[in-house]
């Protein structure tokens, strides 16, 4: 199994910037797709973005493209979420996620494709 570490999360206010980072502790270059979600308290687990093994490929949830970057770091195991321009609706407990290639289930934010997660850290954004 993969195990997943979250870290960067915090306070920030409306307009700043975040750096979110996720350890795994294999190597996971070339076998798998990471992902980051987000919860908020009493809503749905929404994707965010995606980054295929390789990091050529990127998706993003509309309501964050254009602010949030994706990237990877394969040999450090590492993903990042660079996350610019914070609202307080950014506000929530946000995931790594990872899967091994293969076959999806319909598009990349759906929760069942993803089979490794980790704790979770937690970003406020104030007004």
């Known amino acids: 199994q993969v195990q997943l570490v979250e870290s960067g999360g915090g306070s920030v206010q409306a307009g700043g910037s975040l750096r979110l980072s996720c350890a795994a502790s294999?190597?996971?270059?070339?076998?798998?797709?990471m992902a980051w979600f987000r919860q908020a308290p009493e809503k749905e687990r929404e994707g965010v973005a995606m980054i295929s093994s390789g990091g050529g490929s990127t998706y993003y949830g509309d309501s964050v493209k254009g602010r949030f970057t994706i990237s990877r770091d394969n040999a450090k195991n590492t993903v990042y979420l660079l996350m610019n321009s914070l609202k307080p609706e950014d506000t929530a407990m946000y995931y790594c996620?990872?899967?091994?290639?293969?076959?999806?289930?319909?598009?990349?934010?759906?929760?069942?494709?993803?089979?490794?997660w980790g704790q979770g850290t937690q970003v406020t954004v104030s007004s």
């Open positions: 996620a990872a899967s091994f290639r293969g076959t999806w289930y319909g598009t990349w934010y759906i929760v069942r494709n993803w089979r490794y």
């Open positions: 294999e190597y996971t270059g070339n076998f798998y797709y």
